[in-house]
């Protein structure tokens, strides 16, 4: 059964998501899994694919957008269901996909200004019976 780890930002705004999913991803890379970063669309598929060229400072992580897949990344940013969905799906979407269920690991990424989003999100895995896991995380980007 897919697990869904919560990640609780002390952070405001969605950049931050943005910055904690790209450490959340070179992470997991650095730890054999792959990962799928999930996206309401191209346009945010884009800024996510931007900000991976650049942060973490001086780290690269091999990462591609699913219109030009080569199937060699670790690091697959999209906003359909992929092909072959297995390791971690990274949600930075409005909705929970229907697809979800199909990785080992679910991360959602809660920062304050959307944290009725959060609650809403917890409530629906844990309705459904999904294993759920809490992490405040305090000064991330500082490791």
Known sequence: MTRVDFYILKDVDQDAARRFACRLALKAVANGHPVHVHTDGAAAADVVDELLWQYPEHRFLPHECETARTGVAPVVIGWS???????????????????????????????????????????????????????????????
């Open 81 to 143: 269901q992929p092909d072959t969905p297995d390791g971690l799906m990274i949600n930075l979407a409005d909705e929970v996909p229907g697809f979800f269920g199909r990785f080992e690991r679910v991360a959602e990424i809660v920062v304050q200004a959307r944290r009725d989003v959060g609650r809403e999100r917890y409530r629906f895995y844990r309705d459904r019976g999904y294993p759920l896991f809490h992490h405040e995380m305090d000064d991330w980007e500082k490791s």
